[in-house]
């Protein structure tokens, strides 16, 4: 019990402060979000660079203004300047160009829909009974006969612009990022891992390898809305677990 409280104690009164002296992540495919092994991340900064693992996570020497890049084969290189956030998830994409070609054929079809509750004129039941809006798609023919069966888009095209998505994607992670607040500053102080490793005895493959662990047990909830205390004992008693000290 007095080790625990010597940590705890530690943890106030030296993670605040510290300024994280690595820059850690996971890099995930931009279209299924799944996690992607074997990206090469290299700080152009410092030199110093690492490849992600299954869990597509990765760990390397850096700070805040460092510049990053991740580059696996078949996906388009990426770059990123690190910000006040030294823990971020990189998204990165398949390169287009080196996938096949395939054609799709179909043919003419109507399917008529209601919008905002109004009965289309031929009095069938609409395809979806949601109102139309910006950002939504429809199947069906336009009204110009010439064209082949195609798509109804509603709202401004400028909505579907990669620039737009990626602004609605930024203030989404924003708002998660600040829901995460506690755990993000708790989980990149370097004061806090070297009180772990020193407290547990750790390599630090041992110590990466249990965060990584203590992260997908907690991915249901990744931590969102919780303060620090209630973080720092969760990571307390998962690393108590793990190396034998609690049943």
Do not use: C
């Amino acid at each position: 019990m007095k080790k625990i409280l010597l940590i705890i104690s530690f943890f106030v009164s030296f993670g605040s402060l510290s300024k994280a002296q690595t820059i850690t992540g996971n890099v995930i495919d931009g279209l299924d979000k799944g996690y992607l092994d074997q990206v090469w991340v290299v700080n152009l900064t410092n030199q110093d660079s690492a490849e992600t693992n299954m869990r597509g996570y990765f760990r390397i020497k850096g700070s805040s203004g460092d510049s990053l890049v991740f580059k696996r084969q078949h996906y388009i290189p990426a770059g990123k300047r690190v910000g006040e956030q030294t823990h971020f998830v990189m998204e990165i994409y398949l390169n287009a160009r080196l996938l096949p070609r395939f054609d799709v054929y179909a043919k003419e079809y109507r399917i008529p829909f209601s919008m905002d509750g109004t009965a289309s004129p031929t009095g069938m039941r609409g395809l979806t009974d949601r109102p139309a809006g910006p950002g939504k798609i429809y199947s069906g023919m336009s009204d110009n006969p010439g064209l082949m069966p195609a798509l109804t888009i509603d709202g401004p095209i400028s909505y579907f612009m990669k620039s737009e998505r990626q602004k609605r994607q930024y203030a989404r992670r924003l708002a998660e990022i600040a829901r995460q607040q506690d755990y993000l500053d708790l989980i990149q102080s370097d004061s806090v891992m070297i009180a772990l490793k020193k407290e547990y005895n750790l390599t630090d493959k041992d110590l990466d390898d249990l965060i990584i662990e203590f992260n997908l047990q907690n991915i249901s909830h990744q931590f969102k809305d919780m303060n620090t205390k209630m973080v720092e004992q969760r990571l307390l008693d998962f690393f108590d677990r793990k190396t034998g000290r609690k049943y």
